[in-house]
C-alpha cells in the first residue's frame, strides 16, 4: 500500500453511521470503484453525557444495518473500511459496542478479514504525565483544568488523525474502527496513505465528512464520493438525482469552524482562502486554490465529569392572572420549594442544582400558554426524585394574591410529571477541550487485531 498514486477515490457512505443512509446513492457510488469506503459514527454535539456513560447514540439494529452494507461491500471488492469515533462517543465501551457489531456481521455473513480496532482513551495517569511536562494546553473557551480536577474527571478520550488509521491500513487491516477521532482523518487517512496528503485531501474530507448535507438539497441521506489528485480535487453525490454546486460545497467548508479560512487538524492547517469552487459538471462540483501548511502535531481531548442525577418536569401555564405575573410567580415557586426540600428531606440549596426553562412570551399579550421546563441535578436517584416531585408540585399549587381558596396553576403534559434521561438521569459535563503536544501521533492508541 506504499505506492503513490495519482488519484485517489473516496466514498463517504453517509454523515453518521447508524442514520440509514440510501441504498441507491451507496451501490452508484461503488460503480466509480472507490479506494476506500468511511462513515464518521461520532459526535459531541449531543453533548457530554455519551462518552461520560460510554454509551452509543444511535440505534444498535440501525448501525448494524449500515455497518453490514459498508463491510460486506468493501470484503468483497478489496476495499478498506473506515469507521471513526465509533459509537458516538468513541470512548473505549463505545469501541467495544461496534466491534462486537463487526464481529457479528461477520459470522452471520460468514465473511472472513482482518479488523482492527483503535482505543484511544487515556488514563489518568497519562493525562497527568501530560500535565506534569506542560504539554497539556487549553482550547479558546476551556475552563481551567487543575490536578484536584483529575480527580473528578470521568472519562478522558483522544481525537486521532490520520496516521493511526494509515498504521492500522499498512498493518493490514480491512476493516478500521476507532475510537475518538477528527472527521476529516477518517476520509483524508487513504489518500495520505498514497502520497495525496494535501490541502485538497483534507478540504475534501472537511465536505465528505457529514455525507450528503453538503449538496444542494438533501432528497435522499447517504453517499459522497470525492477524487483527490496533486492539482485539485472533484465532489459529487453518489445518488444520481442529486447534485452539488459551489454554494453547497462552500457552505459545508465554513459548517462548524470559527475560521472558516484556517481549519487545524492535527499537525496541518487547512487553508481555504485562495481556494476556487467551480460546477465542473452538473452534478459535480471542482476545488482548486487550497493550501496546506505544517503546524505543531497536537491531539484534541474531550473529558468529562460527572455532576449528579438529572430529573425533569414539563408543565404549561395559561392562566392569564399567573401570565400577568409571570416572573414573580416562579420566584415564588422555587422560594416555597426551597423551603419544602429543606424542612422535608434536609437539602439545603448548595446540595443540589435547580433551574427553570421558559419556553414562549408571557409579556407578549397574544400569548395564550407559555411551557416551563423545570430542570434539578441532585446527588443520588432518590433525592432527584424528591427534589422535582416537589418543585412540579409546588408550581401546581402555590397560591397568588389575585385568587381565594384552591387554584391549579400549571397543566403537565405526562403522568407521572417526572421526566428522567438515560442511565437513571445521570448527568455529566465537559470539563475537558485541550490539546496534548505528542511527540508520535500513535501514542495516545491502543491498537489490536482480530483475524474474522
Keep these: 500500500m506504499g505506492e503513490h498514486k495519482k488519484e485517489v477515490c473516496v466514498l463517504a457512505a453517509a454523515g453518521m453511521l447508524g442514520s440509514s443512509f440510501d441504498k441507491v446513492g451507496f451501490y452508484h457510488a461503488l460503480e466509480q470503484n472507490p479506494d476506500v469506503i468511511g462513515c464518521d459514527s461520532g459526535t459531541s454535539d449531543s453533548g457530554p453525557f455519551y462518552p461520560g456513560a460510554g454509551k452509543p447514540r444511535m440505534n444498535r439494529r440501525a448501525a ?92 478522558c478520550i483522544s481525537v486521532i488523525g490520520a496516521e493511526p488509521f494509515i498504521k492500522a491500513l499498512e498493518d493490514g487491516a480491512q476493516v478500521v474502527i476507532a475510537g475518538r477521532s477528527t472527521d476529516t482523518s477518517i476520509f483524508a487517512a487513504v489518500p495520505t496513505m498514497y502520497g495525496l496528503g494535501n490541502g485538497f485531501a483534507w478540504h475534501a474530507a472537511k465536505v465528505l465528512e457529514c455525507g450528503t448535507l453538503a449538496t444542494v438539497f438533501e432528497k435522499y441521506h447517504g453517499s459522497m464520493l470525492a477524487w483527490i489528485r496533486e492539482d485539485s480535487a472533484s465532489i459529487e453525490p453518489g445518488h444520481p438525482e442529486m447534485t452539488a454546486s459551489p454554494v453547497s460545497i462552500v457552505s459545508h467548508t465554513l459548517y462548524e469552524n470559527t475560521n472558516p479560512f484556517r481549519l487545524p487538524e492535527p499537525g496541518i492547517v487547512m487553508e481555504t482562502e485562495d481556494a476556487s469552487y467551480e460546477q465542473e459538471t452538473e452534478r459535480r462540483v471542482k476545488i482548486t486554490g487550497t493550501k496546506l501548511t505544517k503546524a505543531p502535531y497536537t491531539v484534541k481531548l474531550e473529558g468529562v465529569k460527572f455532576e449528579g442525577y438529572r430529573r425533569v418536569a414539563v408543565a404549561g401555564v ?59 441535578i441532585a446527588r443520588s ?69 482480530y483475524d474474522l
Excluded at 457479528?104 to 495517569?125: G, N, V
Aim: hydrophobic content about 35%; overall charge negative.
Design 64 to 155: 448494524k444495518r449500515d455497518l453490514e452494507l459498508m463491510i460486506t461491500e468493501g470484503v468483497k471488492r478489496g476495499i478498506p473500511v473506515l469507521i471513526g469515533s465509533a459509537g458516538t462517543a468513541g470512548a473505549d465501551p463505545n469501541v467495544d459496542w461496534l466491534v462486537e457489531i463487526a464481529r457479528e456481521i461477520a459470522a452471520e455473513q460468514k465473511l472472513h478479514f482482518k479488523l482492527a480496532e483503535i482505543k484511544t482513551e487515556l488514563t489518568h495517569d497519562q493525562l497527568q504525565h501530560y500535565m506534569e511536562e506542560g504539554r497539556l494546553h487549553p482550547l479558546e473557551g476551556a475552563p481551567e483544568f487543575t490536578d484536584r480536577d483529575l480527580d473528578s474527571l470521568a472519562r
Design 318 to 376: 395559561s392562566d392569564p392572572l399567573i401570565l400577568k405575573q409571570f416572573d414573580s410567580w416562579l420566584q415564588t415557586c422555587e422560594r416555597d420549594a426551597r423551603n419544602k426540600i429543606r424542612a422535608g428531606m434536609g437539602l439545603e440549596p448548595e446540595e443540589y442544582r435547580l433551574r427553570h426553562l421558559v419556553y414562549g412570551n408571557p409579556k407578549d399579550p397574544d400569548t395564550e400558554c407559555v411551557g416551563i421546563v423545570f430542570d434539578i
Design 381 to 449: 436517584p432518590e433525592e432527584a426524585d424528591g427534589v422535582i416531585s416537589n418543585v412540579w408540585h409546588t408550581a401546581l399549587h402555590v397560591p397568588i394574591r389575585d385568587w381565594e381558596g384552591a387554584q391549579s396553576q400549571a397543566a403537565f403534559p405526562f403522568s407521572p410529571p417526572t421526566l428522567m434521561t438515560q442511565e437513571n438521569g445521570a448527568t455529566y459535563s465537559f470539563c475537558l477541550n485541550h490539546v496534548i503536544e505528542v511527540d508520535d501521533p500513535l501514542e495516545t492508541c491502543r491498537f489490536t487485531y
